[in-house]
């Protein structure tokens, strides 16, 4: 297992909105929750936390939050991708300015980079901030999806630590697990086949489903980290249907209509999001029962 700080379950934080503003107290009361339910890290401000429809204040401003309410009891790795990398050093620097303990950069979407492209845009991340990043690799909403082989250049950077990989493909950890190194770090963001990731070596998992049963995804994540692989197939199976239901509609709208459902958040989402449609909110709420939340 590598030494590092950053591993177990990890939310991908929602951004509440009240009256079309983000929702401070709301979020603060999120964070809240999260780490009395025992979770090992933090994730404001990335896709699940409707990133590229807030306004580069609100987004500096939920990252503050976040660090500041989580006062070091749990790591903050601050989302802060973009397809600019001036702009993406810039949410960078201002992570490490504010006391984000890493940061999430996704691949350069819509652009459609080159595999040097890509290693480029790292680079000049790596060499402008000394602060922990993490490769996000999504190319289901990025368009693009970054290489092994360039993922091994990458970690031979002193600053780029890991991945978030959100493809699926279980193969592709133990190939990185052999070529990027013992300290390359290994994130799951896929919540139904982490228990996958785990088993190939994998550290942790990005969560979305951690927004609404932050115990029960801290304690299947223990156990995988623990190799209590049947403790990690209960829970496992309690929180299957709920994995799926969050992605029935466009996300967050499933999660935020199921933290309404728990009283903790409203539905608001912001355009081009809708809240999630009338025909699958049944199937959340009986996913929710199964994981024993309703």
Known sequence: MVHSPF????????????????????????VERQIAGGVHGLVPVGTTGETSTLSHDEHKRVVELCVQTARGRVPVIAGAGSNSTDEAIDLVRHAKTVGADAALVVTPYYNRPSQEGMYQHYKAINDAVELPVFVYNVP????VDISNDTLVRLSKLPNIVGIKDATGDLTRISMQRITCGPDWVMLSGDDPTALGYMAHGGHGVISVTSNVAPDACATFMNACVGNDWETARYWQDRLIKLHKALFLDSSPGPTKFALAQLGLSTEDVRLPITPCSEAVRPAIVEAMREAGLV
């Not at 951004?15 to 979020?27: I, R």
Request: no cysteine.
């Open 7 to 30: 591993k177990g379950v990890i939310p991908a934080l929602v951004t509440p909105f009240l009256n079309g503003e983000v929702d401070e107290k709301g979020f603060v009361a999120l």
């Open 140 to 143: 289901g909403r990025s368009g």
